[in-house]
């Protein structure tokens, strides 16, 4: 909370020299889940603070504030330290106001407009934490994946992941720090599961997921594209991205394919329906988790994270509806 009021408080300060309006920072935030309240040029406004806002989580954040302003009955105002140049159209087309910290805003409410760009905001790389190094991106995925793996001792863990006692330890640490696990009577639970399942989503995307990409490939010929449900696929294969969310709901054409195998691309080979090629509309990345679906599709979660780290506006639909099967 005292990073967020940080925030607050620099976005403020910056808004007021980019303006000249003085924006008044209000005491207490109450439990409507608002991380602060502040007037600007007579307008009240909620604030809710984000470290940053990229195409992997602007349509969350855009969720986040419809549901904060619901219960405030007031504006609400996102502040963020970066906000992604990419995203601000989705903001003006829903409607909602930002901030960051140098005092770049879109901010709209009744007859209160300022919009102001351009002033300096280099994106700054904070250290990655232990919880969301490359190891730890797969535990806290295997924390994911079944509430009851975080309860398990740590050389249950060690057995289930092959991930050292020490990282285990670490990273459990770090995530009761940061507030996504509890202990109660002796027994770990995962708590704030939405937000740690987008910081996961996120640190998969930027940390994890490059390191797993084996190359492209291409269906051999259109039929192929067009019937490639009927691809008998290797054992411990399974669609990711668009094609997994096709498999969950049907809701989303596929335009590119993820694949996750323990397979190698020879092996691939042997379906007669995919060749390898640079410039390939399939993605192929080694697959790290055990279990495998019959129907050959990834956990939901992948396949969340890969349709949230596309920046795809159709898949950034598609993963929110992926909410509605348990994600």
């Known amino acids: 909370m005292e990073n967020r009021q940080i925030t607050i408080d620099k976005a403020l300060g910056n808004l007021r020299m980019a303006t000249g309006l003085e924006p008044t920072k209000l005491v207490g935030a109450g439990d409507v889940g608002s991380d602060a309240f502040a007037t600007i040029n007579g307008t009240k406004f909620a604030i809710k603070a984000v470290d940053q806002v990229t195409t992997a989580n602007v349509l969350s954040m855009v969720k986040t504030l419809k549901r904060l302003q619901e219960k405030v009955s007031m504006p609400v105002l996102l502040v963020s330290n970066y906000i992604s140049p990419t995203v601000i159209p989705t903001f003006k087309e829903e409607g909602q ?66 991930l050292s006692l020490g990282l ?25 599961r939405d937000e740690l399942i987008e910081t ?25 594209r067009r019937e490639w449900t009927d691809i008998l696929i290797p054992a411990q294969t399974c669609w990711g991205g668009e094609p997994g969310a096709n498999l969950t709901d049907g809701y989303i054409a596929p335009e590119l ?4 195998t323990e397979a190698t ?18 993605w192929v990345y080694q697959k790290f988790w055990n279990a495998q679906d019959e129907s050959h599709k990834a956990p939901l979660l992948i396949i969340y994270a890969d349709l949230m780290g596309s920046g795809d506006s159709r898949c950034l639909e598609a993963a929110q509806r992926l909410k509605e099967y348990g994600l």
């Open 200 to 224: 996961w989503q996120q640190a998969y995307n930027s940390t994890l997921k490059p390191k797993l990409f084996i190359g492209r490939m291409r269906f051999v010929n259109p039929d192929a």
């Open 97 to 162: 106001s930002i901030l960051d910290v140098a005092g770049n805003c879109l901010i709209s409410s009744g007859k209160l407009f300022i919009n102001v760009q351009g002033r300096k905001n280099e994106k700054t790389a904070a250290p990655v934490s232990k919880t969301l190094s490359e190891a730890g991106t797969k535990l806290v995925f295997y924390f994911l994946l079944d509430k009851a793996n975080v309860a398990k001792t740590y050389r249950e863990i060690h057995d289930d992941t092959g």
């Open 265 to 282: 691309q020879r092996d691939l080979l042997t379906t007669k329906k995919l060749i390898p090629a640079p410039d390939g509309d399939i």
């Open 168 to 192: 285990i330890k670490n990273c459990i640490e770090s995530l009761k720090g940061q507030k996504f696990l509890t202990l109660h009577k002796k027994s770990r639970a995962l708590i704030n």
């Open 257 to 260: 394919f993820t694949l996750y």
